[in-house]
């Protein structure tokens, strides 16, 4: 299943791509690519909440914290997990 990190990759790579001036990619296809990965990530705020409500810890899609860490963009050293009581 693809994750967190795949699609940060993705955009990544599609900036990239709106950048080069050799190939650049279309304007429209670069819109509808944010538009498809703004999704994803409203689907992974509702996983989020999922997880709030049933005390949840751990999502396929984003990861642990472990796997999360492992894989952060440079200049960030690390994340930290708090529980919300209630």
């Given at each position: 299943?693809?994750n967190?990190?795949?699609l940060?990759?993705?955009?990544?790579?599609t900036?990239?791509?709106?950048?080069?001036?050799?190939?650049?990619?279309?304007?429209?296809?670069?819109?509808?690519?944010?538009?498809v990965?703004?999704?994803?990530?409203?689907?992974?705020?509702?996983?989020?909440?999922?997880?709030?409500?049933?005390?949840?810890?751990?999502s396929?899609?984003?990861?642990?914290?472990?796997?999360v860490?492992?894989?952060?963009?440079?200049?960030?050293?690390?994340?930290?997990?708090?529980?919300?009581?209630?």
């Amino acid at each position: 299943m693809p994750n967190i990190n795949e699609l940060r990759q993705s955009l990544m790579d599609t900036l990239k791509d709106l950048r080069d001036p050799d190939k650049p990619m279309e304007v429209d296809r670069a819109k509808a690519i944010a538009q498809v990965a703004g999704v994803i990530v409203d689907t992974a705020r509702v996983e989020i909440d999922f997880l709030k409500v049933t005390g949840g810890d751990r999502s396929e899609f984003i990861g642990s914290p472990q796997e999360v860490t492992q894989d952060l963009p440079k200049g960030i050293v690390g994340i930290r997990q708090h529980r919300i009581k209630g």
